[in-house]
C-alpha cells in the first residue's frame, strides 16, 4: 500500500514537473515572439525605461533627465514616432520630477532656488497635453484597419534591410500598441491634468487647479490622486484605497 503511495507521488511530481516545464517553455516561446515583434528602432529606449523607476526612487535627477533625453532621441530620430504618445509620456515624466524637486523639503539647500521648477514642470505637462491631445485628434475612433492605413507608409519608412515578415510583424505590433494606447492615453491625459492641477495649487490658482482635477477625473473616474487633491481644494473628505485597490493599484 505504501509503496503504491510512493508510486503515485513519484507520478504526480513528475507530471507536475512537466506541466511547470512545458507552461515555461510557452511563456518563452510568447514573449520571445512578443519581443521580436518590436520596432527593432525603438528597443533601446524601452531598455533604458527599465531604470526609470529606480532612478526615481532614488531622486537621481540628473540621471533621470539624462534617461529621458537620450530616450526622446530615439524616438524622434524616428519619423513616425516624432509625434507619438511615447513622447507625451516623457514629458509628463519629466513634469512629474520637476514637481518632486520643488515639494521635496530641504532641495533648497542642495539646489537654492527651487522656484524654477514649477515653471519647467508646467512647460512640461502643458507639452505633455498638446502631444495627447493631437495624437487623440489623429487616431481616436479608428479601427486596426484605419490605423493601418494611417501609419503604414511613415512606419515602413527607413525599413528596407528587413524582410517583408519582418516589417509584417513589426507593423502588426506598432497597430497593436495604438489600440492599446486609445484606452491608456486616457489615463496617461488624466494624469497629465492631475500633474496640472497640482502646479496650479502650488501657485495659488485653485480655480484653476480644481478645473484641471474635474477634467482628470472626467477622463479616467478612478483617478483618486486628482479626486483627493479636489477634496482637499473643497474641504471635503478625504477617499481611501479598499484593499483591492492597494494591492493592485490603477497607477500601475
Excluded: C
Excluded at 65 to 89: F, K, N, P, Q
Excluded at 92 to 100: G, P, T, V
Aim: hydrophobic share 40%; charged share 25%; aromatic share 12%.
Amino acid at each position: 500500500m505504501i509503496k503504491m503511495k510512493n508510486n503515485k507521488t513519484r507520478i504526480l511530481i513528475i507530471t507536475m514537473t512537466i506541466l511547470v516545464f512545458i507552461g515555461i517553455l510557452i511563456a518563452w516561446s510568447y514573449y520571445r515572439g512578443v519581443n521580436k515583434a518590436v520596432d527593432p528602432r525603438i528597443k533601446d529606449a524601452r531598455i533604458l525605461y527599465e531604470k526609470y523607476n529606480e532612478f526615481t526612487q532614488l531622486s537621481q535627477y540628473d540621471s533621470i533627465l539624462w534617461l529621458m533625453d537620450t530616450i526622446e532621441a530615439v524616438y524622434s530620430s524616428i519619423d513616425h514616432y516624432r509625434d507619438g504618445y511615447e513622447i507625451a509620456v516623457l514629458y509628463n515624466n519629466r513634469a512629474a520630477m520637476y514637481l518632486s524637486i520643488y515639494l521635496q523639503p530641504g532641495n533648497e539647500i542642495v539646489i537654492g532656488d527651487t522656484g524654477v521648477f514649477i515653471s519647467k514642470a508646467e512647460d512640461a505637462v502643458r507639452k505633455s497635453l498638446q502631444m495627447y491631445q493631437e495624437w487623440f485628434g489623429k487616431f481616436e475612433g479608428l479601427n486596426e484597419t484605419a490605423i493601418r492605413e494611417n501609419i503604414e507608409a511613415s512606419f515602413l519608412n527607413g525599413m528596407e534591410q528587413y524582410s517583408e515578415d519582418e516589417t509584417e510583424q513589426f507593423l502588426d505590433k506598432r497597430i497593436q500598441e495604438i489600440v492599446e494606447a486609445q484606452t491608456e492615453n486616457r489615463r496617461r491625459l488624466s494624469v497629465s491634468y492631475t500633474n496640472l492641477g497640482l502646479i496650479k495649487r502650488h501657485q495659488h490658482q485653485y480655480d484653476s487647479a480644481a478645473i484641471f482635477y474635474a477634467k482628470a477625473i472626467d477622463l479616467w473616474e478612478r483617478n483618486l490622486t486628482a479626486e483627493n487633491n479636489l477634496n482637499m481644494l473643497l474641504n471635503r473628505p478625504l477617499k481611501k484605497r479598499n484593499l483591492l485597490q492597494k494591492l493592485f493599484p490603477p497607477e500601475k
